[in-house]
């Protein structure tokens, strides 16, 4: 993914209608994160200080917008969609308030809280550290600090201790609510009600789906002391975890106080903080359409033996599919030499691609 494309999405993701105006006007995107502050001087609030203050941590955000934007097009690599960052497609979308336009938010919310947080972790930003706290009341821990649990002896077997370095997820929590929510939080239109609302179960994804990881002390290998710490999720099963999100989210309207949303039919089940919700019903995808941003699917590659959503009946929209057969090369017949080495030979193999028409 290039800088260039990640930071058009971090530009976009800040697109609103704000006093009658654009931050980004007409089809002057910023191309670059320091640009970004210098086209918000009039900004207050927490947003301003992130761009006046802290350029290491606005670096940290456009990493996680790269995560959030990988993530998003690996987990619709097989769908109508695909999470494109073309710029003409991508812009339309986030204009919108559809269930895609929540899961890209989502997912670069919860890609900002990680790759901040990470950051904290490394080292890379004098702001914040990894989270050295010692937890109180779980299973197992000791409340007491470190030294005073080794004096009372051993810890019984399946006891551990808190220490080591954990990550710090509330600070990432915090820096992306602070950039990707601040410009909204006085507004209660139902876009951005639900912006808000997808934006927190992204970030929730992340900060309560923590695990705790351990690692033995002893002599000999022995677990005598087990020091424990707080560790994120990997990407990918956050990833994953807002992709089962987006498959069961919830359309909303606004509900009679103007503060808040309610869903749209009295039998669906009211949505939780880690669900995904939406107020516009999606486009089809299948042809291209300026208006909704679709791109179409003529031309994608699908699975002519899949009955799933990679397959071509349904990838195609029923348009049919051309066949043809390509040649690549590939290593074979590999034999290992002692010591040490590989060889082997390159065989031809024709492999049959199929493309929506």
């Known amino acids: 993914m290039e800088m260039r494309t990640v930071l058009v999405a971090v530009c976009l993701l800040l697109v609103t209608p704000i006093t009658g105006s654009l931050w980004v006007a007409g089809s ?8 970004v502050c210098k086209k918000t001087r009039r900004l207050k609030g927490k947003l301003a200080d992130i761009c006046r203050k802290e350029p290491a941590l606005l670096k940290e955000i456009v990493k996680g917008v790269q ?12 769908r109508r969609w695909n999470c494109t960052t073309v710029r003409r497609s991508l812009r339309k979308i986030l204009l919108r308030d559809t269930r895609e336009t929540g899961f890209i938010n989502a997912i670069t919310a919860a890609g900002i809280t990680h790759a901040v947080t990470r950051a904290c972790t490394m080292g890379h930003l004098v702001e914040c550290s990894c989270d050295k706290t010692i937890s109180k009341g779980n299973r197992g821990g000791k409340s007491a600090s470190r030294a005073a649990d080794r004096a ?8 551990w201790e808190w220490g080591g370095c954990g990550d710090n997820v509330n600070f990432g929590f ?25 934006n927190d179960a992204g970030r929730l994804a992340v900060k309560n789906f923590m695990r705790t990881e351990c690692k033995c002390h002893g ?13 994120m999720p990997p990407f990918r099963e956050v990833g994953n975890r807002l992709k089962d999100s987006f498959d069961g989210a919830a359309k909303v309207i606004p509900s009679n106080d103007g503060h808040s949303f309610i869903t749209e039919g009295p039998t669906i089940k009211p949505p939780g903080r880690f669900d995904l919700v939406y107020s516009e019903d999606s486009p089809d995808f299948c042809k291209p359409n300026r208006k909704t941003g679709s791109l179409g699917t003529q031309g994608r590659q699908c699975n002519a033996t899949s009955p799933g959503v990679e397959g071509c009946e349904l990838l195609c929209c029923g348009r ?4 043809k057969v390509v040649k690549e090369k590939v290593n074979c017949h590999c034999r290992f030499k002692w010591c040490c080495e590989v060889t082997c030979n390159t065989c031809v193999v024709k492999m049959s691609v199929n493309t929506c028409r």
């Open 28 to 35: 002057q995107v910023v191309m670059d994160p320091m640009l």
């Open 320 to 323: 049919g599919y051309d066949t």
């Open 174 to 198: 915090k820096k992306s609510r602070d950039f990707m929510d601040a410009p909204y939080r006085k507004r209660s239109d139902i876009k951005t009600l639900v912006k808000l609302h997808n």
């Open 67 to 78: 995560v959030g934007t990988r993530e998003c097009q690996h987990q619709f690599r097989n």
């Open 219 to 231: 002599l000999s290998g022995s677990c005598t002391v087990r020091t424990c710490w707080r560790k």
């Open 152 to 159: 009372k002896g051993p810890l019984a077997e399946g006891e």
